[in-house]
């Protein structure tokens, strides 16, 4: 799994195996609440990203190979938490 974006009710599963995503009825706070907080961390009200998978970050983006994310002021620790972690 690369990250999931939140849809409302709905979380949609962006997989590295795959270009196909995976659409599924549970709010992102449901889902990250399930995940694992080494592994994975929220980014932004709709992304919840992993963090083995991200390849940089600037002040408000979160790379992940090709795919860009936005990374909100909200989250703006999250920034802080990856240049300890790197």
Do not use: C
């Not at 080494?38 to 795919?67: A, D, Y």
């Amino acid at each position: 799994m690369i990250y999931i974006e939140g849809l409302k009710d709905y979380a949609k599963i962006h997989l590295n195996t795959s270009e196909k995503s995976i659409l599924t009825l549970i709010t992102l706070k449901a889902m990250e609440d399930k995940l694992s907080k080494g592994r994975f961390m929220r980014i932004h009200n709709s992304f919840i990203v992993s963090l083995e998978k991200i390849s940089s970050v600037t002040k408000n983006t979160v790379f992940l190979n090709k795919t860009m994310l936005p990374l909100s002021d909200k989250f703006k620790q999250f920034s802080k938490f990856i240049n300890r972690w790197q």
